[in-house]
């Protein structure tokens, strides 16, 4: 079955701690994506990568950071240095970054609770 | 990122009434997506417009791309239960990004 795995679905970490989230998908897709979606608001984009150990910033990476050594991988680390954390975390990923195949195709997300 | 503001915020429906929901930009569009997120769920792709004054239909949602190509409408006809959720617009910039406007959370009354 092809798709975006998530992990974990729901975590919760004391503050100061540093997070890992897991994305993995198995649709052999060249670019994926993480988002940050906030009570009430839209999608706003934390990272990109287009191919494999490339990735650039959106438009709110401080206190992010990303790998992408695998094709079929991008995980997310949310650092101490992340100011508000709490939020519902959404990964996809698309064929191609461009073109007529830019439909993003998400996971069902990761929800963080800092206590 | 690029910015599409989407109006209303809030859409409250009574069943089987049509509503329509707008993307508005202030710069010219390569092209528009369309998401709806159902309650507690993640964004499901609907639709992608490219062309100037491009209308495509599926079933009772009708999506419209601008003449300008700055805006963009959404428009469903014969509201149902199913259509609770919210919908986005997403535009892609010259760097690659898509990014999502606020989206509107449309609720039925049945």
């Known amino acids: 079955d092809g798709g975006i795995t998530q992990s974990p679905k729901y975590l919760f970490r004391k503050e100061g701690q540093n997070v890992t989230l897991s994305c993995e998908q198995n649709?052999?897709?060249?670019?994926m994506y993480w988002y940050r979606q906030d009570p009430g608001q839209g999608l706003r984009l934390i990272y990109y990568s287009q191919i494999v150990n490339d990735f650039q910033k959106g438009d709110i990476a401080e206190g992010y950071s990303v790998s992408r050594e695998k094709k079929e991988s991008f995980p997310l680390t949310v650092t101490s240095a992340q100011k508000n954390p709490t939020a519902f975390y959404l990964c996809?990923?698309?064929?191609?970054?461009?073109?007529?195949?830019?439909?993003?195709?998400f996971g069902e997300g990761s929800r963080l609770t800092v206590l | 990122g690029q910015q599409v503001m989407q109006i209303p915020q809030y859409q409250h429906v009574q069943e089987g009434e049509d509503f329509t929901t707008y993307c508005n930009s202030s710069t010219t569009l390569s092209n528009i997506q369309w998401y709806k997120q159902r309650p507690g769920g993640h964004p499901v792709f609907l639709i992608q417009l490219v062309k100037s004054g491009e209308v495509k239909k599926q079933k009772r949602l009708t999506f419209q791309f601008g003449e300008a190509k700055k805006n963009s409408s959404l428009h469903i006809t014969a509201t149902q239960t199913t259509d609770v959720g919210t919908y986005f617009c997403a535009v892609l910039s010259n760097d690659y990004k898509l990014s999502f406007g606020a989206g509107t959370t449309v609720t039925v009354r049945a």
């Open positions: 649709l052999n897709h060249d670019a």
């Open positions: 996809a990923s698309s064929i191609a970054a461009t073109g007529p195949d830019g439909e993003l195709f």
